[in-house]
């Protein structure tokens, strides 16, 4: 069970580090043309090299045979031999993109599909057909004469050390590959072989799969019974390999386990006599490896996509459990928690020994209480933070996917990639963030010849930036587009009866009919655009995280969409409100501002709606004791205060008796042990136990309003 579980973990940290190299690779590749330096292709081998030795350890052949073609390519490119082209890039990025939905595929353990893979495979073949030999001087050839008798001849045997067995640190067997029958392989591994999960049978079906393969097992180092330990490996194998491949092929299928043993190679010049074996006089007797056939019985699977996001979401829910933290996170905490066992050591004297002289000790203590408890609030909320970059590194692919299909050219600035946030609202603005690039590359930039008409460069630019404002995040989208057009949204409003023909509105109520569901102002609808689908989820996403969203625009200039977020979802910077008996907590991002009203102020419409005449606006009171069924310290209006809130651009006034302090709150959920309920986003519990609500602001306005308008009843 134990080994089981640690296999587990293993395996688990293969995903992990073959999702950074995915993400390498493809970061690379972005950046990847025909001037490309030899490093950057390098580190895109890498990366792949790393994957597929990974995924051939581990049994999943899928990804380790697909991503061995792209390998190749990528090393045909850094050898000079195969050209980089705009066409070979992209069948690299979307080479990428199978090996990432076959490792969630094995992620999920669901069973790996390989159409795409195939398919591309068949990419990469023509690409490698087609390539350009480099001219170059003629590799040296080791001569080595053959014997009359046409037997074989070994090479002498390399240096055996762990370290030289790298391609990068020692250069391949120089040999003319039209004269090499086989390789022999000397396998010496270390005792703790096992102990690093590797298995040398993976290793052995791996050269199966080249040739003919020939085992033979030695037992010299195996102890007495007695003394033998289950857990380390005592034997070690010559290898014989019946087929004319690369060294540094050869090298790779190693390479997992080269630095826990001592591998010899040695070249096997011409075939062999019939009969004879390269491994004779071994000490035990010899095994032979058959090449793996095809199974006739497996089909390809019809479709691709379906298989692809069960294997998606089950990752996302793995990830959902799992965080890194640096470790100088980790050291602050354990340091803090010291300090608390300190701190809990020295008022524990108090509870053994009450000494009415000592009180000004036990107030040290607990001030020093109260500090430790604040750092380390502060120290584990900072585990939980996370660079936004983890969500801006999509993009990249994402824009240059896009302005290639739209036929755009879009130079993409990331600003700000280092600004942390909670990791909860770093997954959840993930999606946002994609809607709003889509459309700014869509709606926003304009064609490269209209740009021009325009007096404008003919690349556009895009630029996300993230920042810390006054206890916030705050995100921008900018672009130097089109910027949004008010007279045809506006048109297009009044057209849908959304807008009332003769109703007059500000440019920040124009710009805010854009998040309204289905709306559109798009001629065609496209695959991505045109449905009015996306701008409303935006909004819909950012009032769930407790945030909010701007707009500001420009036509001919641009346009920018700034949204507001809480650093953190579990901790609220909130003002505490009373309402009677009744304590709740409102968030300061959603207040504006607090007035005392008077009565010539106020009005009624319909004598359903009662109104607050402020700065020549009018807006909404909200009873709060009515709402929740409270009886008020009084039910006159200008006895009380109006708390003025904003959300989705609409402003509204809570009625509250008094105000009370600002602070921060810990956020518990309410529909953990109860339903949900209209108004209210939570609870926090005081410092003298009593428990207070969390107003829900956007569902309080939404609620109110549909209320006035007759369509729904506000449940109290």
């Known amino acids: 069970m134990t080994l089981d579980l640690e296999m587990e973990e293993i395996i688990k940290v293969f995903f992990e580090e073959s999702f950074e190299c995915l993400d390498a690779m493809e970061s690379g590749l972005l950046t990847l043309d025909a001037a490309a330096d030899r490093e950057t292709i390098n580190t895109i081998f890498r990366a792949a090299h790393s994957i597929k030795g990974g995924a051939g350890t581990f049994g999943f052949m899928e990804i380790a045979e697909f991503t061995h073609s792209v390998e190749t390519l990528l090393d045909e490119m850094r050898n000079g031999v195969c050209a980089v082209t705009p066409d070979a890039v992209q069948v690299l990025l979307q080479s990428v993109d199978v090996i990432r939905e076959m490792t969630q595929s094995a992620q999920a353990k669901q069973p790996i599909v390989t159409v795409g893979a195939d398919a591309l495979s068949g990419e990469l073949a023509r690409i490698l057909a087609q390539k350009a030999v480099v001219a170059a001087a003629p590799a040296a050839v080791v001569a080595v004469a053959a014997p009359a008798s046409g037997g074989a001849v070994a090479a002498p045997v ?18 003319a590959m039209t004269s090499i029958a086989g390789w022999r392989i000397e396998f010496v591994p270390d005792l703790t072989l096992f102990k690093t999960c590797n298995d040398p049978l993976r290793i052995f079906a791996e050269l199966a799969g080249l040739g003919r393969l020939e085992v033979t097992a030695h037992t010299d180092r195996v102890p007495t019974l007695q003394a033998l330990d289950p857990t380390l490996c005592y034997l070690s194998w010559t290898l014989v390999l019946h087929a004319a491949v690369e060294h540094a092929r050869i ?57 692809a996001a069960p294997a998606a979401s089950a990752k996302a829910g793995s990830d959902a459990g799992s965080i890194r933290v640096a470790t100088e996170k980790v050291d602050a905490l354990i340091n803090l928690v010291g300090e608390l066992v300190i701190t809990q050591s020295m008022l524990g004297r108090f509870a053994e020994k009450y000494d009415p002289e000592d009180l000004e000790s036990l107030r040290r203590g607990l001030i020093q209480l109260a500090r430790n408890t604040r750092e380390l609030q502060e120290s584990v909320m900072q585990i939980r933070m996370l660079p936004i970059g983890f969500s801006f590194n999509r993009f990249p692919r994402l824009v240059h996917d896009l302005s290639r299909k739209l036929g755009k050219k879009v130079d993409l600035k990331l600003c700000g990639e280092n600004t942390e946030l909670d990791k909860t609202v770093l997954e959840k603005i993930g999606d946002p963030l994609v809607h709003l690039v889509r459309n700014a590359l869509d709606h926003g930039m304009e064609m490269p010849d209209k740009r021009l008409a325009a007096g404008k460069s003919e690349t556009g630019t895009l630029e996300l930036n993230a920042f810390h404002e006054g206890g916030s995040i705050i995100i921008e989208v900018k672009d130097d587009g089109a910027g949004l057009n008010k007279a045809r949204i506006l048109a297009k409003a009044r057209e849908r009866g959304l807008v009332e023909p003769d109703e007059q509105l500000t440019d920040d109520q124009i710009y805010n009919l854009i998040f309204v569901a289905g709306f559109s102002t798009a001629d065609q609808v496209s695959d991505l655009s045109g449905r009015g689908v996306g701008m409303d989820v935006v909004r819909r996403n950012i009032n769930d995280l407790g945030g909010h969203v701007q707009i500001f625009s420009t036509e001919g200039v641009g346009s920018t969409i700034r949204i507001r977020l809480p650093l953190t979802l579990a901790i609220l910077e909130g003002q505490v409100l009373r309402v009677g008996k009744e304590i709740y907590v409102a968030s300061l991002v959603s207040i504006i501002e607090t007035v005392q009203p008077t009565r010539e102020h106020l009005s009624s419409v319909a004598g359903r709606s009662e109104l607050y005449k402020h700065r020549e606006s009018y807006l909404p009171i909200i009873r709060l004791h009515d709402l929740f069924d409270i009886e008020p310290d009084s039910r006159d209006i200008s006895k009380g205060l109006l708390v003025v809130v904003e959300s989705d651009g609409r402003r509204v006034s809570i009625l509250v008796d008094e105000l009370l302090a600002q602070q921060q709150v810990v956020i518990k959920s309410l529909e953990t042990n109860f339903k949900h309920v209209p108004g209210l986003a939570g609870a926090t519990i005081h410092g003298d136990g009593t428990v207070a609500l969390i107003l829900d602001i956007p569902g309080l306005i939404s609620n109110f309003l549909e209320r006035q308008s007759g369509r729904v009843e506000l449940a109290a």
């Open 251 to 307: 090298i790779e299928i190693f390479d997992w386990v080269e630095t826990v043993s001592k591998i010899g190679y040695e070249p096997i010049y011409l075939a062999p006599k019939p009969g004879e074996s390269p491994a004779a006089g071994a000490s035990v007797a010899t095994a032979v490896l058959p090449r793996p056939a095809a199974d006739p019985t497996s089909a390809p699977v019809a479709a691709a996509p379906a298989a």
């Open 158 to 175: 390399a240096a055996v050390s762990p370290a030289a067995s790298k391609p990068a640190t020692q250069a391949p067997i120089d040999v």
